[in-house]
Nanobody
Framework: QLQLVESGGGLVQPGGSLRLSCAVS????????IGWLRQAPGKEREDISC????????NYTDSVKGRFTISRDNAKNTVYLQMNSLKPEDTAIYYC????????????????WGQGTQVTVSS
C-alpha cells in the first residue's frame, strides 16, 4: 500500500523559505507522478505543482511560479517542494499526493494522499 508522509512545514516570516518533503513508501516512487496541493481555511483545495514520474516534466500554478520548485529523488523515494519568497497568502495545509500522471491527478484526481503539513507565513 502506497503511503505518503509530508514534513518540513512550520512558521516562517514573509519573504522566508521552507522546504517540504514527501516521503513515499510501499512502492517504487517512479511508478507515480507526485503533486503538491494546498488548502487554506475557508478556501477550496488548490493544485499548486506536479512532477512527472521521471522528473523531466513539472508544472506550477501561476501564483507560485518563480517562487516554488518541485523536485524528486527517486533513489530516496522522496519528493521536495522548495518554497521561496513566501507570502502570507501561502498559509495553508500542504499535501502531497500520487497519481499515474500529472494530467491524471489534475483532471481525474489523486488516489493517494499524505496527512498534510501546516505552513504559516506571518510576521
Amino acid at each position: 500500500q502506497l503511503q505518503l508522509v509530508e514534513s518540513g512545514g512550520g512558521l516562517v516570516q514573509p519573504g522566508g523559505s521552507l522546504r517540504l518533503s514527501c516521503a513515499v513508501s510501499g512502492v517504487t516512487l517512479n511508478f507515480y507522478a507526485i503533486g503538491w496541493l494546498r488548502q487554506a481555511p475557508g478556501k477550496e483545495r488548490e493544485d499548486i505543482s506536479c512532477i512527472s514520474r521521471s522528473g523531466d516534466d513539472t508544472n506550477y500554478t501561476d501564483s507560485v511560479k518563480g517562487r516554488f520548485t518541485i523536485s524528486r529523488d527517486n533513489a530516496k523515494n522522496t519528493v521536495y517542494l522548495q518554497m521561496n519568497s513566501l507570502k502570507p497568502e501561502d498559509t495553508a495545509i500542504y499535501y502531497c499526493a500520487a497519481a499515474p500522471s500529472c494530467r491524471h491527478g489534475l483532471v481525474i484526481g489523486y488516489a493517494y494522499w499524505g496527512q498534510g503539513t501546516q505552513v504559516t507565513v506571518s510576521s
